[in-house]
């Protein structure tokens, strides 16, 4: 069964408004936890490292005031997409694990209308 | 910095036909290297990986090669079915960076009955 938990799978909602994604770890307890991003037939981008307890370290170029990251306990890690507009609009996937191989998420499809 | 290029697809093969999606990377030192399958909808499943030179990964048939002197992990399977059809992502994780992944740009792999 699925080890890593991402909810919700699919958000449709207005321009301006904010979206959380969870991303849980079912059966293990992770100190980090990875959020990628997706476009239509491209790859997997990441956009920051999650860190229990500490902040995010976010890649170059992701806006740390927009993709707000969260992890306050062992098993849970939040994205929230501040004032998401359409080109928001993406395939959002988490990862956790301690070491390879890392567990993914089902992901969340964001569409921002 | 890390790369990984895989071949360009969409790749549309025949039942019990012969599969070879290159991979090659760029990357310091001895990364682990891996292959990632995504079904439609669904996030990301680890296939096979191999962490170090001449290693051979399998799974369900699909076999990938770590070979350092040409910097390559190719995928292949001899004899694909319809239910192998999916998107293929090919990716490395530096041993000093966590468990990150960097990953190619995905080939779309169709195969019809």
């Known amino acids: 069964g699925a080890v890593v938990s991402q909810h919700p799978s699919r958000v449709i909602c207005k321009s301006g408004t904010s979206v959380k994604i969870e991303c849980r770890s079912l059966?293990?307890?992770?100190?980090?936890m990875f959020w990628y991003r997706q476009f239509p037939k491209q790859s997997l981008m990441l956009m920051a490292t999650?860190?229990?307890?500490?902040?995010?370290?976010?890649e170059q170029g992701v806006e740390k005031d927009k993709f707000l990251i969260n992890h306050a306990s062992l098993t849970l890690s939040t994205l929230t997409v501040t004032s998401a507009h359409p080109e928001d609009s993406s395939f959002y996937i988490c990862?956790?694990?301690?070491?390879?191989?890392?567990?993914f998420g089902d992901g969340t499809r964001l569409s921002i209308l | 910095g890390d790369s990984v290029t895989q071949m360009e697809g969409p790749v549309t093969l025949s039942e019990e036909a012969f599969l070879t999606i290159n991979c090659t990377y760029t990357?310091?030192?001895?990364?682990?290297l891996f292959w990632y399958v995504q079904y439609p909808g669904e996030g990301l499943q680890l296939l096979l990986k191999?962490?170090?030179?001449?290693d051979k990964g399998s799974n369900k048939g699909f076999e990938a090669t770590y070979r350092k002197e040409t910097t390559s992990f190719h995928l292949e399977k001899g004899s694909v079915q319809v239910s192998d059809s999916a998107v293929y992502f090919c990716?490395?994780?530096?041993?000093?960076?966590?468990?990150?992944?960097?990953f190619g740009e995905g080939t779309q792999l169709t195969v019809n009955p």
């Open positions: 990862s956790a694990g301690s070491n390879q191989p890392q567990h």
């Open positions: 059966d293990f307890q992770a100190t980090t």
């Open positions: 999650s860190n229990e307890g500490s902040k995010a370290t976010y």
């Open positions: 990357a310091t030192g001895y990364p682990s």
């Open positions: 191999a962490t170090k030179a001449d």
């Open positions: 990716a490395l994780s530096p041993l000093d960076a966590g468990s990150r992944l960097t």
